[in-house]
């Protein structure tokens, strides 16, 4: 589905990532896991076509998305939950979610789409018209999830949906993770938190100064040496 | 007493036409990130395209908005294209200064264009009642100012709807908050930058046309107004319509009340002087997000 191949990229002078090749399939749930600045967010972004990679390609169900504008990838069936959620604050719950449907193939399904949304996290419904910015980090975590649904996505990228968030918090959204999943839709995770990222993926990567570094099927990160050390602390190295 | 009420008066009815005129200014520096300082020099176009409507078809004054705006919204369609288009291509921190370097040279530009076409004299539009005036409470109100300021109050209320309930005019909102995440979302930001500053400038065209019928129009006007505009702009911030057009009344009854309390000479002082101390005290401005 998602097929990335020798991708660089950089900010400026600085190289962010050299030569990553990784693909995410249809149904996978894919964690990317590695230390800060291991460029992560940037290989999202890049899919995300906020940033332009300087070589390499990615493919998305064979479509090249270097040709395709930024706004218009979403069309394709990509979306992003940004690092930091970069919701529209000044504007309320249902206005950030109607946003997510704003490009003409999920605004033809725009109702079916705000049901969704409002099934998988019911608060969300009663705070429809409430301001974003007055909403618990968790609950904004909530929007940002559900106004990437509402591109009717068929890929569903997160950049580090725990960050700032209770831990109980956490544990609910991965469940919500989990169940858009079954829905069909492909998930492709940012994550710090490493145990809750391979608790939920099938197949994780594992990128150090931008290069990828390890990859392999959950169970076979979690038995890794390299990732327990690095990653799961001494605690987990010695259960 | 009186005689200070109906300063202030008089004030708060200009004051109405600042609020207008900066709410154009505030639309596109919000969304776009641009500071047209040719702001002012769009709102003397206006200005002209008023009195020559009014002259040569001989329609009410007022009636002439309904040509003048549609008119502006094209001239603001063209001047994207042609200028502010390549302008919003730059990272963010570049396109003030550009925006700066290009702002000033359509304002030279426009004004030298006008003096060319025009000639430097004065010019207003003289309406059959123009000096018809309501008495209240010992204050004259004259009507042509008081339609005006209802004119303008319109105006900023159906803008303020407009981003409220249009589709597009949420996207604009969202541009204007984080252009990246509008992105993400399948928001076309280019055509929200251009449909921000066409309407920035059918709003500049409307308060020219509201300057031209209740005051007077020159080629030399623009600065004075693009200065008004980006006073009301610190004060009031960025994010509320509404909040810009209070921060012109406010602006304009300042004014007055500096005129009566100091003398006419410092009726400017006292804008600058709110400026300076806004930006010290409440730099995202009385109203702003």
């Known amino acids: 589905m998602l097929e990335i191949r020798d991708l660089d990229a950089a900010y400026g002078d600085i190289r962010v990532l050299s030569g990553v090749t990784l693909s995410v399939g249809a149904g996978e749930i894919v964690a990317l896991l590695g230390p800060n600045g291991a460029g992560k967010s940037t290989l999202l972004n890049a899919v995300a076509g906020l940033l332009r990679p300087r070589a390499g390609s990615i493919r998305f169900d064979g479509h090249d998305l270097a040709a395709v504008s930024p706004h218009l990838i979403v069309e394709h069936g990509l979306a992003l939950v940004p690092e930091g959620r970069r919701l529209f604050g000044g504007m309320t719950v249902e206005d950030n979610l109607e946003l997510g449907a704003f490009a003409p193939r999920a605004r033809a399904t725009q109702a079916a789409g705000l049901e969704r949304v409002f099934a998988l996290f019911p608060d969300l419904r009663d705070r429809r018209r409430q301001l974003v910015r007055a909403l618990s980090g968790g609950q904004q975590q909530m929007v940002a999830v559900g106004r990437a649904l509402m591109t009717n996505p068929r890929l569903l990228m997160l950049d580090e949906p725990s960050l700032g968030i209770a831990p109980r918090l956490v544990r609910s959204i991965m469940e919500s993770l989990a169940e858009i999943n079954r829905s069909g839709v492909a998930v492709f995770l940012v994550e710090q938190n490493v145990q809750a990222a391979l608790g939920l993926a099938h197949r994780g990567y594992v990128l150090e100064s931008g290069r990828v570094a390890r990859h392999g099927s959950a169970a076979e990160l979690l038995g890794d040496p390299h990732v327990r050390r690095a990653y799961l602390g001494p605690l987990a190295v010695r259960e | ?289």
């Open chain 2, 1 to 289: 007493m009186s005689v200070l009420a109906q300063q202030l008066l008089l004030g708060l009815l200009l004051g109405g036409l600042y609020g207008l005129a900066a709410a154009g200014l505030s639309l596109v520096f919000g969304v776009l990130k641009v500071l047209d300082v040719a702001h002012g020099e769009l709102i003397m176009l206006g200005g002209y395209m008023a009195f020559f409507v009014v002259a040569l078809l001989g329609i009410d004054p007022f009636a002439s908005l309904l040509l003048v705006l549609p008119l502006s919204l094209l001239l603001g369609l063209t001047l994207y294209w042609g200028l502010f288009g390549f302008v919003v291509r730059a990272d963010e921190e570049t396109r003030v200064k550009n925006s700066l370097l290009i702002g000033f040279g359509l304002a030279l530009a426009l004004h030298a264009l006008a003096v060319q076409l025009w000639t430097a004299d004065e010019r207003s539009i003289v309406t059959p009642y123009g000096g018809a005036v309501l008495s209240v409470g010992g204050l004259s109100i004259p009507v042509v100012r008081l339609v005006s300021l209802a004119l303008a109050f319109a105006l900023i209320g159906g803008l303020h709807l407009l981003l409220a309930r249009w589709r597009w005019g949420k996207a604009i909102r969202a541009t204007a908050e984080d252009w990246q995440a509008a992105l993400l979302t399948g928001i076309d930001v280019r055509r929200a930058y251009l449909l921000a500053f066409a309407i920035g400038t059918a709003l500049a065209g409307a308060a020219g046309t509201l300057v031209t019928i209740g005051y007077s129009v020159s080629p030399s006007i623009g600065l004075e107004w693009t200065l008004k505009a980006l006073i009301v702009v610190v004060l009031a911030g960025l994010g509320s319509m509404i909040g810009t057009f209070v921060g012109g009344l406010l602006l304009g009854v300042a004014e007055a009340a500096s005129a009566a309390a100091f003398g006419g000479p410092y009726r400017e002082v006292v804008g600058l002087v709110i400026f300076v101390v806004v930006l010290v005290v409440r730099p995202r401005g009385l109203f702003g997000r």
